[in-house]
């Protein structure tokens, strides 16, 4: 199985300051059809997960462009510019290029 | 809008059945790939299985292969897991989500106890 590597574990942040979050692949995610399926998703406290961000860099519909995602074959990083409070919570990444998909443990965004 | 409303979920005793189902919603479901997905209390995501938009392409975990079965009726908008061989491990909120992360449903608790 992929193991996604997925670090801070936690960040404590400011509004208004920007963050980064790290996720390491143990196998590129480059697929068969040459894209990459590393998405990233942000679970609000007592919420559903919601998807910000597919392969790798792509906004989903009506997420601020304070959130970017970059990143190539194993190493990746989501990056919050100007973190509101609407952003705290629990951020995943995603590999769905290899069955089984799989998760990375999260990272937990918490006011300063 | 999309919706995804799951069911099913309630409190089973270890070794016995439960089936969950997830009512789709707001896009045309026949068209899309379908998953469930879990997330024990307290803890990380984790995926569970996956049906393709006509079934023809059926995945599941390891840890609930043989014992878990996915299954869809597009007549219907309805998506299945029928969970057996039940084990404390299963214990999750079990969410049901279109084309593995786009759309997810509220979520339906699972607690397998004596």
């Known amino acids: 199985d992929v193991v996604m590597t997925q670090t801070p574990p936690s960040l404590s942040v400011a509004i208004g300051q920007s963050v980064s979050i790290s996720c390491k692949s143990s196998?590129?995610?480059?697929?068969?059809?040459?894209?990459?399926?590393l998405n990233w998703l942000l679970q609000s406290p007592g919420r559903s997960p919601k998807r910000l961000i597919y392969?790798?860099?792509k906004l989903d519909s009506g997420v601020p462009d304070r959130f970017s995602g970059s990143g190539s074959e194993k190493d990746f990083t989501l990056k919050i510019s100007r973190v509101e409070a609407e952003d705290l919570g629990v951020y995943y990444c995603?590999?769905?290029?290899?069955?089984?998909?799989?998760f990375g443990a999260g990272t937990k965004l918490e006011l300063k | 809008e999309v919706q995804l409303v799951e069911s099913g979920g309630g409190l089973v005793q270890p070794g016995r059945s439960l089936k969950l189902s997830c009512v789709a919603s707001?896009?045309?479901?026949?068209?899309?790939?379908m998953n469930w997905i879990r997330q024990a209390p307290g803890k990380g995501l984790e995926w569970v299985a996956y049906?393709?938009?006509?079934?023809?392409?059926?995945y599941y975990a390891e840890t609930v292969k043989g014992r878990f079965t996915i299954s869809r009726d597009n007549a219907k908008n309805t998506l299945y897991l029928q969970m057996t061989s039940l084990r404390s491990e299963d214990t999750a909120l079990y969410y049901c989500?279109?084309?593995?992360?786009?759309?997810w449903g509220q979520g339906t608790l699972v607690t397998v106890s004596s």
């Open positions: 989500a279109r084309q593995l992360d786009r759309d």
């Open positions: 707001g896009f045309t479901f026949s068209n899309y790939g």
């Open positions: 049906i393709s938009s006509g079934s023809s392409y059926i």
């Open positions: 196998q590129s995610l480059v697929a068969s059809d040459k894209n990459t399926y």
């Open positions: 392969q790798v860099s």
């Open positions: 995603l590999q769905g290029t290899h069955l089984p998909y799989t």
